[in-house]
């Protein structure tokens, strides 16, 4: 009877450890790898919902047309999700809802042309204006905006916009974003089930 209760204790003893192991291991994961983030907004439409459910993973060196969670430049304590458009050293520029990149026009296969005319039509008809006058991404560059005013993406300072151009609140407004407020990289919509994606398949680590 002696053996069966010591028995018993250790599988019991063996169990709670295991269980503390996978705990602390799950906590130190999360606060040092993997962040789990909540879409707020319409800004990244239709690229992403709002209420979608993400998985991140804090990195330091996000690449170009990689989603970003990033602490908020101009509100503290809030988080903004957007896409790196311009690295350090780039110049970024839109011009007729064509976006260039050190001099070269950049494709952009996240934004859906659908999306943007219904979003147009709608601004124009809640704002009365011709839909005809309105870009999907205004006239800019970095050089001339207000918020930036500079050639190029100063070292160590990212570019970034929402795919929803017409209402995102982003670089074009509160300027590149210093490298130590982006939190981590978009890699996994795991809720809604049936719109479940990888956004990032290759983590660079250094």
């Known amino acids: 009877m002696k053996n069966n209760s010591h028995s018993t204790l250790k599988t019991v003893l063996e169990f709670l450890v295991l269980f503390a192991v996978i705990f602390f291991a799950s906590q130190l994961l999360m606060r040092y790898v993997l962040s789990k983030d909540v879409v707020q907004g319409t800004s990244m439409q239709p690229t992403l919902e709002n209420g979608d459910r993400l998985y991140s993973i804090r990195v330091k060196k996000p690449k170009r047309n990689d989603i ?3 602490n908020a430049p101009d509100r503290p304590g809030s988080l903004y999700i957007k896409r790196v458009i311009g690295m350090p050293g780039d110049t970024v520029s839109s011009k007729d809802n064509q976006l260039s990149v050190n001099g070269k026009k950049i494709a952009e296969p ?3 042309k659908k999306f943007a005319t219904d979003e147009i039509n709608k601004w124009a008809s809640q704002q009365g204006l011709d839909a005809s006058t ?3 991404t205004n006239d800019f560059n970095i050089k001339t905006l207000s918020s930036t ?3 190029k993406v100063p070292a160590g300072k990212y570019f970034v ?3 929803n151009r017409l ?3 982003d670089s074009r407004d509160f300027g590149f ?3 130590s407020k982006i939190q981590s990289v ?3 919509r795991y809720w809604p089930l049936n719109q479940m994606k990888l956004y990032w398949l290759y983590v660079n680590w250094c």
Do not use: E, P
Request: hydrophobic share 55%; glycine share 4%; proline share 0%.
């Open 68 to 70: 970003v969670v990033i």
């Open 110 to 112: 996240y934004l859906n």
């Open 134 to 136: 309105i870009k999907f």
């Open 149 to 151: 005013k500079s050639a």
């Open 161 to 163: 916009m929402g795919d």
């Open 167 to 169: 209402v995102s609140h």
């Open 177 to 179: 974003v210093d490298k």
């Open 186 to 188: 978009v890699v996994w």
